[in-house]
């Protein structure tokens, strides 16, 4: 049989060094899932549950592995599925590629059976680039392009195969005429660094700072030596934004960990009290959080020009690779003698260590969740993969669990989506077989989606060299941060019709599933629980009952939210009497630990 197009496709992508696809068949892309089985051995298909967590997955190859990342759907039905995880990406700014089928090129404008205008439903998520192949000469150029351009831009590309085309006659070299198109393999290498006048300028506004803060993100994974350097010298403290958790270890005393609303104390002070601000890798959000305008100078640097000057309006802007940048800026800083900046910062972090330990020790009904995260971060397996999905567990990840040199972390940044903790896990554990890998969800996600990635590990987990993937859920019935966003940010009780989660047996189904299970109903049996899962010869899930009640504080709570969060209480929530109590012991925490 002559090579078809979809075997070319497949051939390129290996060439790419694509290794891995994840995805989901349909008659849509028939021809692209022959070509996938005639080259089993050498690129591996991963069927999923549902298109969506293909490009989760996808996604969370990119952010873990540096590498494209791609996922594959069928026509309509598949290709609005996958947007989702998708949008995760753009937002975050990996790098994916979709390849998405399409009904034969003679039905397109016959409003035939899952006919959808693929380019216009796809032209924001993948607005970099996204076209559709329509003869066998084209398919080159698209798919080297696609490949090419969401790595260069870090972005989510898509190629549209009409199911038709995918089984016509490869031509793997156009012709030599006027009209062809011939592209090539391979991404160019750089370590893009400012220019020396503009290094200079930023080591000025950085040397004169009396109180320098740092906040960095995923911009500054990998460069963890460099900002420990650049905040020595300066006497600086560092605070993270989520996608950066993993940037710089916990443990460091100037670390003052996450920023915003799921941030904590130290990083609120240190903003607030700062002269001057450097921000590095991140495109965090919320700038009630950061330094007031004009009354701090700044300083950014980032790899996409258009992040530049986004989020604070910076005084010098360094276009440039985080490590390579640092590497030019050190030798032109100069080290603060005066470490009373340092020493403030560092006795913040040292007191709100103790705030966090004293709060997760809280009594509550029947489990504070905060005491779930706790227990976790000493057990912390060396070089373990952290995912978190979005809801109140991503309050606590990002609070209570110290993250170490060497491990890795993530979740959904920018669109804080619901549903990728378990496609991120999984795709992680694809990608490093021999690492320990944990996932820390809610139960409102786990219904959403999670349960169905068991099902995907059950099929797939004995193909990995170690097989310890731990889901913890927490269980406590609600869809516990809209509840306390819906207290807090409106001023309305819990609308339990909306709000309530109904019971399911997670332990229970793993067990079904060949996996592990664990429930854990009394705060005294976490720690055995979290040994006993993180110890099983298999993937296992931790079922933990937690409080709903505790609140999700966070570091600075505005006169406005209080008077709605004031309201609230008047109108009369479900749970009125468990939130005042253990809303009480937290902050009763902050000013008289234990």
């Known amino acids: 049989m002559s090579k078809q197009v979809g075997d070319f496709l497949i051939e390129r992508v290996k060439e790419w060094g694509i290794n891995r696809i994840f995805g989901f068949p349909g008659d849509g892309i028939n021809g692209l899932m022959g070509a996938l089985r005639r ?16 490009a989760f997955m996808a996604c969370a190859h990119a952010k873990f592995t540096g590498e494209v990342g791609m996922c ?12 989702n995880g998708l949008y995760d990406a753009k937002k975050d700014h990996q790098p994916v590629v979709a ?62 195969v009409p199911n038709d085309v995918q089984e016509l006659d490869a031509v793997e070299q156009a012709p030599r005429k006027h009209g062809s ?3 090539g393999v391979g991404h160019a290498l750089t370590n893009q660094v400012p220019p020396m006048e503009a290094l200079q300028q930023a080591a000025n506004v950085l040397n004169e700072g009396k109180k320098v803060s740092i906040l960095i993100g995923a911009g500054a994974l990998g460069a963890a030596e460099e900002v420990k350097q650049v905040a020595d010298l300066l006497g600086a403290g560092v605070a993270k934004a989520l996608l950066g958790k993993a940037a710089l270890d916990d443990r460091l005393p100037y670390v003052t960990g996450s920023i915003g609303l799921l941030g904590t104390e130290p990083s609120w002070e240190m903003m607030i009290d700062c002269d001057t601000f450097l921000m590095i890798g991140s495109s965090f959000p919320y700038s009630e959080f950061l330094p007031k305008e004009g009354e701090a100078r700044g300083v950014q640097i980032d790899i996409d020009g258009r992040m530049l000057s986004l989020r604070y309006p910076m005084e010098v802007n360094l276009l440039g690779d985080t490590k390579a940048t640092l590497q030019a800026l050190i030798p032109l800083l100069k080290r603060k003698e005066d470490r009373t900046w340092r020493e403030t910062i560092e006795k913040n972090v ?22 779930v995260f706790s227990e976790l971060s000493p057990r912390l397996p060396e070089n373990c993969i952290i995912t978190s999905d979005s809801g109140s567990c991503a309050n606590w990840f990002a609070r209570n669990l110290k993250v170490r040199e060497g491990m890795m972390a993530s979740l959904s940044g920018n669109l804080a989506t619901m549903c990728p903790g378990v496609p991120y896990a999984i795709a992680a554990k694809f990608a490093y077989p021999e690492r320990v890998t944990i996932a820390l969800v809610g139960d409102g996600a786990m219904q959403m989606l999670g349960v169905n990635g068991l099902i995907t590990i059950a099929k797939y987990w004995k193909r990995w060299s170690n097989p310890k993937l731990v889901i913890m859920v927490l269980k406590n019935l609600d869809l516990n941060q809209v509840t306390w966003e819906q207290r ?24 079904m599933l060949g996996l592990k299970g664990v429930k854990v109903e009394k705060p005294e049996d976490i720690g055995s629980g979290w040994d006993a899962v993180l110890g099983a010869d298999r993937p296992a899930i ?51 630990p234990h």
Request: with cysteine.
């Open 39 to 54: 080259a089993e051995d050498q690129v591996d298909f991963i069927q999923v549950r549902h298109e969506e967590m293909a």
């Open 72 to 83: 594959i759907a069928t026509s309509g039905p598949g290709a609005i599925h996958l947007l």
């Open 99 to 160: 390849i998405v089928g399409q009904q034969a090129r003679m039905a397109l404008g016959g409003d035939y059976q899952q006919e959808i205008d693929l380019i216009s439903l796809y032209k924001d998520v993948a607005g970099e680039y996204v076209h559709m192949i329509t003869v066998p000469e084209q398919a080159r150029q698209v798919i080297d392009r696609a490949i090419r351009i969401a790595k260069a831009k870090r972005c989510v590309t898509c190629v549209i």
């Open 181 to 183: 198109v011939h592209t």
């Open 350 to 371: 040292r007191d709100w260590w103790e705030v966090i330990e004293a709060r997760a020790k809280n009594e509550a009904n029947p489990i504070n969740p905060q005491l």
């Open 488 to 511: 807090v940010m409106v001023g309305d009780p819990e609308f339990t019709t909306s709000q309530d989660v109904p019971d399911f047996p997670y332990a229970q189904y793993a067990e």
């Open 542 to 592: 931790l079922e933990v009952h937690t409080d709903p009640n505790v609140p999700t504080l966070p570091p600075h709570i505005t006169f406005e939210q209080t008077v709605k969060f004031s309201k609230m209480l008047i109108k009369g929530d479900p749970h009125e009497i468990g939130i005042i109590k253990q809303t009480f012991k937290d902050l009763v925490e902050e000013v008289l």
